[in-house]
């Protein structure tokens, strides 16, 4: 076997980028690789990068400038720049940052081991295509050792929907769904290696249609039905969805399958039907309460999540408290918001921008507005029985924590359990960023 090297990755961005480094990772080991937390004694770094916001992507300048005396004194090392903004500035990354060996996007990580021995030869290697070879084949998740009791499992990636503002459709592609068949065989070498939480990945993860194992076409909800059926796997969650692919099925689903977990993450970006028209989003704010509404019906104590962009092209102030509006109506679990980030080649960077502090200061009602909600959801919660899947040891002496069915990070104190033990806690206490609980007898 050829002598062992040290590959450091460091991941931007959201959960596909965590599950496509761990794939990295892996197929690396192929060529002789061994992961390292410290770049400092690495043969390889590799930055698994994200475009979604003008501050995510020159993250990465800085990184590879803060790299630059590593290069220095080890001219073998090799540095790789992955993700969105390896797809979305290719070869400008290399004029940028001449130290960089070996751009990879996000559909060609399948011949990062072969781009990596034309790098070690001393050749600057870009791969930005989108070959037609199914890169999740030769990815394949490697048999391991025993992992931690949740994962990440990619069933979709890229996105048809093109809103205005986005860069996703250009960075990921087209929207394309793994067969079934595949999907069900990882899940369950995920659990045998100890996993017992499953997080379906997608851009679009509820547009996903796949072969079924039968030739027949699997909706998400399908899938899950499938999913639930594994001996072991005890949570299945799924993230992101798109308000317009919540299917009937879908919404069955989660009355249903007891596996699935009451948790839907299901962004809206405004509450405004003018901007949401401009954003492209081809959905209004009525018609996703009422979509809500029938979730609710289906699972009463779902919890909702959602992600809002402030300050998008020609938002007034009378479409940034229809947004307000919105979510007094929802009662969020939790949100995320953004500043609107202009995105060099999508529709919304051509249109009249709204000025920096008007952004800045919508953004600062958003966010005490869902942080209030937050906080009463999370109040909420004091009393009630919830089960908790423990994840680890928490910062405390004898503390372990671990995530409701809810998402809430929850604490418990002196209690003997193994990691992905799930349990019966009652929530005691509501604090700024988890709840803290005692077990129950089971
Ligand atoms: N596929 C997911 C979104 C991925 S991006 C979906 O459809 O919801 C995650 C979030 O980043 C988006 O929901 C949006 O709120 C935000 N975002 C995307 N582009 C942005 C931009 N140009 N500026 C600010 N926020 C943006
Ligand atoms: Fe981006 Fe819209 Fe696609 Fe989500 S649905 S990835 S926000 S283009
Ligand atoms: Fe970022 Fe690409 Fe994910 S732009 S959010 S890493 S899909």
């Known amino acids: 076997m050829a002598q062992q090297k040290k590959l450091?990755?460091?991941?931007?961005?959201?959960?596909?980028?965590?599950?496509?480094?761990?794939?990295?990772?892996?197929?690396?080991?192929?060529?002789?690789?061994?992961?390292?937390?410290?770049?400092?004694?690495?043969?390889?770094?590799?930055?698994?990068?994200?475009?979604?916001?003008?501050?995510?992507?020159?993250?990465?300048?800085?990184?590879?400038?803060?790299?630059?005396?590593?290069?220095?004194?080890?001219?073998?090392?090799?540095?790789?720049?992955?993700?969105?903004?390896?797809?979305?500035?290719?070869?400008?990354?290399?004029?940028?940052?001449?130290?960089?060996?070996?751009?990879?996007g996000p559909q060609s990580y399948h011949r990062l081991p072969g781009m990596e021995s034309r790098a070690r030869n001393g050749s600057k290697v870009l791969d930005t295509d989108f070959p037609a070879d199914d890169k999740f084949d030769a990815l394949k998740q490697r048999p391991r050792a025993q992992r931690g009791p949740t994962a990440f499992l990619t069933v979709q990636e890229g996105c048809d929907k093109f809103c205005a503002f986005c860069v996703v459709p250009y960075t990921r592609g087209a929207?394309?769904?793994?067969?079934?068949?595949?999907?069900?065989?990882?899940?369950?070498?995920?659990?045998?290696?100890?996993?017992?939480?499953?997080?379906?990945?997608?851009?679009?993860?509820?547009?996903y249609h796949g072969e079924g194992p039968d030739g027949s076409d699997w909706s998400l909800a399908r899938l899950i039905r499938a999913?639930?059926?594994?001996?072991?796997?005890?949570?299945?969650?799924?993230?992101?969805?798109?308000?317009?692919?919540?299917?009937?099925?879908?919404?069955?689903?989660?009355?249903?399958?007891?596996?699935?977990?009451?948790?839907?993450?299901?962004?809206?970006?405004?509450?405004?039907?003018r901007i949401l028209k401009r954003m492209n989003r081809s959905h209004t704010a009525e018609s996703y309460l009422r979509l809500i509404d029938r979730i609710r019906a289906a699972r009463p104590d779902i919890l909702m999540s959602g992600d809002f962009i402030v300050g998008f092209p020609e938002e007034t102030e009378e479409d940034f408290r229809a947004t307000l509006d919105l979510v007094e109506a929802v009662e969020y679990g939790y949100a995320f918001?953004?500043?609107?980030?202009?995105?060099?080649?999508?529709?919304?960077?051509?249109?009249?921008?709204?000025?920096?502090?008007?952004?800045?200061?919508?953004?600062?009602?958003?966010?005490?507005?869902?942080?209030?909600?937050?906080?009463?959801?999370?109040?909420?919660?004091?009393?009630?029985?919830?089960?908790?899947?423990?994840?680890?040891?928490?910062?405390?002496?004898?503390?372990?924590?671990?995530?409701?069915?809810?998402?809430?990070?929850?604490?418990?104190?002196?209690?003997?359990l193994e990691r992905g033990t799930i349990a019966p806690v009652r929530i005691v206490d509501a604090l700024p960023n988890s709840l803290a609980g005692e077990l129950l007898p089971a």
């Open 8 to 104: 450091y990755i460091k991941t931007y961005g959201c959960q596909m980028n965590v599950y496509d480094s761990e794939r990295m990772a892996e197929a690396m080991g192929g060529s002789g690789y061994v992961q390292t937390d410290t770049p400092e004694d690495a043969d390889m770094i590799l930055l698994n990068t994200c475009h979604i916001r003008e501050k995510a992507a020159e993250k990465v300048y800085s990184e590879l400038g803060r790299l630059r005396p590593l290069k220095e004194e080890n001219p073998e090392l090799k540095i790789g720049v992955a993700g969105c903004v390896a797809q979305a500035e290719g070869e400008e990354i290399m004029r940028r940052q001449p130290l960089v060996d070996l751009v990879v």
């Open 175 to 207: 929207e394309v769904s793994r067969p079934a068949g595949r999907i069900l065989e990882e899940a369950r070498d995920l659990v045998s290696r100890g996993v017992r939480e499953i997080t379906l990945l997608g851009q679009n993860v509820n547009a």
């Open 227 to 273: 999913l639930d059926g594994i001996d072991g796997l005890a949570r299945i969650r799924f993230t992101t969805s798109h308000p317009n692919d919540m299917t009937d099925d879908l919404i069955a689903a989660h009355a249903e399958c007891e596996k699935l977990m009451p948790y839907l993450h299901l962004p809206v970006q405004s509450g405004s039907d």
């Open 337 to 416: 918001s953004f500043k609107y980030s202009t995105r060099p080649g999508t529709p919304a960077a051509e249109r009249p921008q709204v000025p920096e502090d008007i952004k800045s200061e919508r953004l600062q009602r958003l966010q005490a507005l869902i942080s209030r909600q937050q906080n009463e959801v999370q109040r909420a919660m004091v009393g009630k029985r919830v089960n908790v899947l423990f994840e680890k040891p928490g910062r405390e002496a004898g503390q372990m924590v671990g995530k409701s069915e809810y998402l809430h990070a929850v604490h418990v104190g002196g209690a003997q």
